[in-house]
């Protein structure tokens, strides 16, 4: 079976848990005798056989971020000639997909790892390029063969964003983890190189600065921290100019009352960010949207428990009580996923880091049952399997 795969995001240019779930897969399938997969991403010439880079057109490289977009989708569809199924995932290369689909008539895969209707803050980034992105994944998703969710409530907000999708077109097939990759990695001498002492104890937050991460929140928790609590932010790739002076702002203020705080602004190597999270005594993760959160099977992998926001696919990942703790929330139904009382969830963040900090005993048993998780759950083997079921079942019906 012949699988394109239609990403912008592929390594070496991954930042997000889409751009591991594409390179993921993508090693998965290869190790398969049963499928021919070509990865098709935005960018540079890849060495990787089988992957080819696209660079948007040169007569539109001073267009609008959107316009770029679609002129890079439209570079890659002619070669989808060939294959058997198309695969794309985010908007970024959905509407190569849909075309693909439509001009060598075989059937679309999408695969939902966020949705635009939920992501209403965009439109700070994006300008009316959103309601481009908007337009172009509505297309994509109401035309496409199947969706695939990567969480039970992935699956939810699908079918609640987009009610005409027959839900019998809509699978779950949950995000994976290499439990080789991301595994336990002691590495003081590094963790003190990045500014962090391993020494003591620390909770450690991955992730870009953006809305739906919560990190704004999270900061105004910290406050009710004790002074003396180490929090390591490896926090950049700030979404725009206005979220990114706004965490400088609460960073600075949480600074001038608290001894141990941690910026960490670049791009962390997976080997560093594996040091973190292996010397943390708890990782956390504040999002108000998450679809799954690979961040925190990354964090489970490397034995950390974790503290995360009891919403979207998380509660699929991290079991209360078990592998960490999961922080109530009340939402508003607008789209944004902002808590309905801030204050009120940054209070109840704060209690249950401090409850995390307060027994390591009982964070590191949490640890290793989060290892224990990710290895018996998540693999990518089993991921690529039920992927590949989803394509049959496509190719059959």
């Known amino acids: 079976m012949r ?12 930042y997000g848990g889409a751009g591991v779930h594409v390179a993921e897969l993508a090693a998965a399938f290869r190790a398969r005798d049963d499928v021919d997969l070509r990865v098709r991403c935005f960018g540079d010439s890849r060495d990787e056989e089988g992957t080819t880079g696209y660079l948007t057109p040169v007569e539109l490289a001073d267009a609008s971020a959107a316009i770029r977009t679609l002129a890079t989708d439209l570079t890659m569809i002619d070669d989808c000639a060939g294959a058997d199924v198309v695969h794309s995932h985010t908007w970024y290369a959905n509407h190569a997909g849909h075309l693909g689909s439509l001009l060598h008539g075989v059937p679309h895969v999408v695969t939902a790892h966020s949705l635009e209707p939920l992501r209403p803050w965009k439109a700070e980034q994006l300008g009316g390029g959103y309601a481009i992105s908007s337009w172009v994944e509505r297309q994509a ?39 080789d990759d991301w595994a336990p990695h002691p590495d003081r001498a590094r963790v003190r190189a990045l500014g962090a002492d391993p020494d003591l104890p620390s909770i450690v937050y991955v992730g870009r ?21 180490q929090l390591v932010l490896c926090a950049g790739a ?4 206005e979220v990114e002076r706004e965490v400088e702002a609460l960073v600075a203020e949480l600074r001038a009352t608290h001894d141990r705080i941690v910026w960490i602004p670049q791009l962390l190597a997976r ?30 992998a490397c034995e950390t428990a974790v503290v995360a926001t009891a919403t979207g696919g998380i509660p699929e990942v991290v079991a209360d009580g078990e592998t960490g703790w999961l922080v109530p929330i ?35 048993a949490y640890g290793k049952a989060g290892r224990r998780r990710a290895y018996e759950l998540f693999s990518w083997e089993a991921v690529a399997e039920q992927t590949l079921d989803v394509y049959r079942g496509v190719l059959s019906a």
């Open 271 to 300: 080997h560093d960010v594996v040091a973190m999270l292996s010397a943390a005594t708890v990782f956390v993760c504040p999002s108000v949207y998450e679809p799954l959160g690979i961040v925190n099977l990354e964090a489970m």
């Open 238 to 241: 700030a979404d725009t100019r």
């Open 141 to 179: 998703y109401e035309n496409a063969a199947r969706v695939i969710a990567v969480s039970d409530a992935m699956r939810a907000d699908v079918l609640r964003c987009y009610p005409s999708i027959d839900p019998d077109a809509v699978a779950v097939v949950r995000n994976g983890i290499d439990t």
């Open 209 to 229: 600065v953006t809305r739906q991460k919560g990190l704004p929140h999270l900061l105004r928790a910290a406050r009710l921290l004790p002074r003396d609590t």
């Open 3 to 14: 699988v394109d795969i239609l990403s912008r995001e592929y390594p070496p240019e991954v």
């Open 330 to 364: 009340e939402q508003l139904d607008d789209g944004t996923g902002a808590p309905v009382d801030p204050t009120a969830f940054e209070r109840d963040l704060a209690a249950v880091l401090a409850d995390a900090l307060s027994d390591p005993e009982r964070a590191t």
